[in-house]
Each structure stands twice: as C-alpha cells, then as structure tokens.
C-alpha cells in the first residue's frame, strides 16, 4: 500500500480527521493505483471524479467506525 497514506481514525489521529485530510488520502490512493501523479487532459476528468468518489467513501467510512476506547466524535458534515 502507499506509505504516504496515514491512518485517519482515532486513535491514530488524535482530532478527526479533515476534509483536507480525506482529500489527500484519496489522491495518493488514486496515484498509487492509476499510476499517474498527474494525469494527462484526456484522463483529468476520469481521475479527479475517481478522488472525489474514494474521498465521500473514506468520510462515510470514518463516520461510520466505532472504535474501543476512543471518545466519539461529531458526524462530519460534507
């Protein structure tokens, strides 16, 4: 997996996670899987769709987590 992917939920991120950190997450997932860090103007659309898409998921997923021990946190709003 990416190295440059960091862990959002708590414990291992001690505030929630932001919408900046969701994003960047998505990105470096779309990168490491299409293979482009940019991606050519024929792709842009495909690809930034694929990082919009990862992100709502990502943000549904932490929403949705309970972790043990952990104190609950707001719902994100998105």
Known sequence: ??????????????????????????????????????????NREVFDRAVDEIADATARLLDGLVVRGAHPVAARTR
């Open 1 to 42: 997996m990416c190295r440059s992917i960091k862990t959002l939920r708590p414990p291992a991120l001690p505030e929630e996670a932001t919408e900046d950190d969701i994003h960047a997450a998505a990105l470096q997932y779309v990168r490491k899987v299409s293979g482009f860090h940019a991606p050519a103007a024929h």
